[in-house]
């Protein structure tokens, strides 16, 4: 009684729906809820009954109806998913965000693009990918007047370099996007608008797709500006577009929730040919997103290199990669079906199931929340005359159970693991038998033993080998007494939080990470009292004749040889961390470590500035909030902003090279004092650090892309 009438209750609602709204399942931002009725639900809770048989078909008939007049409402244009040129979206289920500092895809020694060596090491470690967003811009945009197609034109070779890497990809049949920020609007104005200054980029790179960074949908002008010049892009972006956007954002990105019963993709509900990649960068369980991934015949963000800071993938968590991809590879035309069914419905609590109809065979995507396994009955069957079952994740076929109401598939399926099911009648394909039999022999070793441990990926300081001991000060330079110091300082990455890996690693520590303290003690030393100037850079290539390997951005702002009228006196700029390492060798010094810097500039007594602990900006030069750089200021123009040792100019005119960092994957530098040059319009630019215990950290992938007009260098010698 109590059943029946909880069920007539939800009918004569979703009666009264139907002409009030279109939906009783309103999507939740991206994600479309499951009936309440199939949570768990405890003795203290609301008393529930199970859901009834029909509970399920009624959902589902509710979700087809919103679809239906979700369409109508907005107007939903199809074509752009079927173009030729995009139709490789709608099978693009792994892709990785890539820095394009990585050490995997670029070796600054030999000076040359390593996309065969990147895509080894994804392919041996998790099973590979279908496209890539190369990641040109944000952390290091906005230290100098680059914006965001400036930055991808100073990749190593150019724009010529850039096209030759991305048929790199092409010829391993991996697509290849870069991203877009609207939010760049205070570095160099483009010529064109956005829209078609993008496309030109696009398409003379040839690449295949943009990503919209912080966008909630890439603007219609995009496609449309592409389309004119013969070259469409599949445009992604970042947040939920709104509904109508659907229709030339064929693909997104999923920022999910995740409770225990997953939740339908809306976007993949309205048109099951858009493809989402799961975005979730900061876990460290990936079991969430690659499960959501499957139930839903998406895809999955593979991001592990987050700005230099590395969230590795976990062995367990690669082998589930693999193995879920290498299935959805295979069945990817039954992924876009129309009549695609969610929460299809399964014999075991926590086992989850979408149902996939293509012409007269169907296959299953299943996922189990639980933490055990689950072995023997799972699933009901329709009873067709002639109909074979196979097992694709075990590769194996199945015999179905039959005596009863239908037929019921009985099979294993693992802890958080994966399960698919193929209904096809006669043999399989070719293209089938391939997959089982890779499965049968992908699984022989469950996902159990693969470690599912995360660790943090260590890094070290790069030596600097001592300079000869001078007794005496040299010319231009300020000794610095040794002693005991206190080095204490943060880094100002945007994001990360306190995360372990954050940042970078000293010697006296054990893993990267934002804040630091340290009591050291240090030798003496002589230090510049001004940052190096034009005027003795050029004396030093006038001796040398050097000429850097990598010549692209190197002394931009001079011409013919030399440095514009009344720059003599002003830091150089422009300069890689080679460049400045190459003068310090000639001038028989070196770099200064960080904490070197830092003592000459704070002292002992923990001043928060070189001058004192109350920031004053006539000390240093006024900052330049245009959308070019005006240049900084000569070295001695703010006498009041000396450190307790004389020492000028540490902070607000140029950031300065001191200490490298590496791991497995990133090379960076430390930049202490921070810049005159400050973009405006948006946090995500490049932070400063002005005061004594920050340091900003600049991503390193090759002098051509390192040099920018706000960083300089000072130098420092041994003392006896």
């Excluded at 939906?23 to 003795?43: S, V």
């Excluded at 205070?186 to 608008?193: F, I, L, V």
């Amino acid at each position: 009684m109590r059943r029946a009438a909880c069920l007539g209750t939800l009918l004569s609602a979703l009666a009264l729906s139907a002409a009030a709204q279109d939906t009783l399942y309103h999507p939740e931002g991206q994600q479309i809820p499951t009936p309440p009725c199939i949570n768990l639900h405890h003795a203290w809770e609301t008393p529930l009954y199970p859901c009834a048989p029909h509970i399920h078909h009624l959902w589902l008939a509710d979700l087809q109806h919103w679809r239906a007049e979700r369409r109508i409402r907005i107007a939903f244009d199809p074509a752009r998913y079927e173009l030729p040129a995009l139709r490789w979206t709608q099978s693009s289920f792994i892709q990785p965000q890539m820095m394009v500092q990585d050490r995997y895809f670029y070796d600054p020694v030999t000076n040359r693009y390593t996309v065969d060596r990147y895509l080894d090491d994804l392919q041996k470690r998790y099973g590979g990918i279908d496209a890539v967003l190369v990641w040109a811009t944000y952390p290091n945009m906005g230290m100098d007047d680059r914006n965001q197609l400036d930055m991808v034109r100073s990749l190593p070779g150019g724009v010529q370099g850039v096209r030759k890497m991305v048929a790199d990809f092409h010829r391993r049949g991996v697509r290849v996007l870069f991203p877009i920020m609207m939010w760049d609007q205070g570095t160099r104005k483009p010529e064109e608008s956005w829209p078609d200054a993008t496309a030109a980029l696009m398409k003379e790179i040839d690449a295949d797709g943009v990503n919209g960074d912080t966008q909630d949908g890439v603007p219609l002008g995009f496609s449309l500006a592409a389309e004119k010049i013969g070259h469409p892009l599949a445009f992604e972006p970042e947040s939920s577009p709104s509904d109508e956007a659907l229709a030339w954002n064929v693909m997104t990105w999923g920022q999910y929730e995740f409770p225990f019963i997953p939740l339908v993709d809306r976007f993949k509900w309205l048109e099951t040919r858009h493809m989402v990649n799961i975005s979730d960068r900061w876990a460290k369980d990936k079991t969430d997103d690659l499960q959501y991934a499957f139930y839903n015949g998406v895809g999955w963000e593979s991001w592990e290199n987050i700005w230099g800071i590395w969230n590795g993938i976990t062995p367990r968590d690669a082998e589930a990669t693999r193995r879920m991809a290498t299935i959805e590879r295979a069945v990817a035309p039954f992924l876009v079906s129309p009549d695609w069914e969610p929460l299809y419905t399964m014999h075991n609590y926590g086992v989850y199931a979408s149902r996939w109809p293509l012409g007269q065979q169907t296959v299953w995507t299943i996922v189990n929340r639980n933490p055990y396994d689950i072995s023997g009955r799972q699933m009901d069957v329709p009873a067709v005359p002639g109909m074979r079952y196979f097992d694709l994740y075990h590769g194996v076929e199945l015999q179905p159970e039959t005596g009863g109401p239908e037929p019921v598939l009985s099979f294993s399926i693992e802890a958080h693991g994966f399960g698919a099911i193929l209904a096809t009648s006669g043999d399989p394909d070719a293209a089938i038998k391939t997959l089982m039999q890779r499965m049968a022999a992908m699984t022989a070793e469950p996902l159990a033993h693969f470690s599912h441990d995360w660790v943090v990926l260590p890094q070290h300081i790069v030596d600097i080998p001592p300079t000869k001991p001078a007794d005496d000060a040299p010319s231009g330079m300020i000794r610095i007494p040794g002693g005991a110091f206190i080095f204490k300082v943060r880094g100002t990455e945007i994001e990360g939080s306190a995360d372990n890996g954050v940042d970078v690693q000293y010697p006296w520590e054990n893993s990267p990470r934002r804040f630091h303290e340290h009591t050291m003690q240090v030798k003496p030393f002589y230090i510049d009292k001004f940052p190096v100037t034009n005027a003795e850079f050029k004396r030093f290539l006038d001796a040398t004749h050097y000429t850097p390997r990598d010549t692209a951005n190197f002394l931009r702002d001079w011409k013919n040889g030399t440095y514009p009228e009344g720059w003599e006196n002003r830091p150089v700029t422009w300069v890689s961390l080679e460049d400045a390492r190459a003068f310090a060798a000639w001038a028989g010094k070196r770099l200064p470590h960080e904490w070197e810097w830092q003592l000459a500039s704070e002292g002992t007594d923990g001043r928060l500035y070189p001058w004192g602990n109350i920031w004053n900006p006539a000390n240093v030069p006024s900052p330049d909030k245009g959308r070019s750089m005006r240049g900084p200021d000569p070295v001695d123009a703010h006498p009041a902003g000396a450190s307790p040792y004389g020492v000028m100019d540490m902070v607000g005119n140029v950031w300065q090279w001191t200490d490298e960092f590496v791991d497995e994957h990133t090379r960076a530098a430390v930049l202490r004092g921070g810049e005159y040059y400050q973009p405006q319009g948006s946090i995500w630019y490049f932070p400063q650090a002005y005061r004594n215990d920050e340091h900003s950290k600049i991503l390193l992938m090759a002098p051509s892309y390192d040099r920018s007009g706000g960083v300089g260098f000072r130098c420092v010698r041994d003392a006896q």
